[in-house]
């Protein structure tokens, strides 16, 4: 019995949500009390999905607008959220269906964004505590 504690214990330990620190922030829009963060986890592999999550400050709470793999641009204008893809939406090679709602937000997807060339590096930043 002993040892179940302690794997339990291990487990839950091992399980706890670390991920935030590992975030590379691309992009962050405050609005009101909500934060919408683009960020992605790893460095390490060439298609990492990209996240784009809408959070609450005052509840503590995220909501996830998308997760991608070919999203070029994150913008806010006039309560309107504005996603701006490489083509259709997707993450790897599947399609994806992207809310037309987040809260009080409306969200537009623009599919026109075209590389000149080679996708260009993201300069991304580790958020300061």
């Known amino acids: 019995m002993r040892k179940y504690l302690i794997f339990i214990t291990v487990i839950t330990i091992g399980c706890a949500n670390n991920l935030e620190k590992d975030r590379l922030y691309l992009k962050e829009i405050k609005v009101n009390n909500k934060i919408i963060e683009w960020f992605y986890y790893s460095n390490v592999a060439s298609t990492s999905a990209d996240y784009v999550l809408l959070y609450d400050s005052i509840n503590d709470k995220n909501?996830?607008?998308?997760?991608?793999?070919?999203?070029?641009?994150?913008?806010?204008?006039?309560?309107?959220?504005?996603?701006?893809?490489?083509?259709?939406?997707?993450?790897?090679?599947?399609?994806?269906?992207?809310?037309k709602q987040i809260n009080q937000f409306k969200i537009i997807v623009d599919t026109n964004a075209m590389p000149?060339?080679?996708?260009p590096s993201r300069k991304s930043y580790l958020k300061e505590d």
């Open 63 to 99: 909501d996830t607008i998308v997760k991608s793999t070919n999203i070029k641009d994150v913008r806010f204008v006039n309560d309107t959220i504005a996603l701006y893809f490489y083509g259709k939406p997707e993450i790897y090679d599947d399609s994806i269906i992207i809310k």
């Open 116 to 119: 000149t060339g080679p996708i």
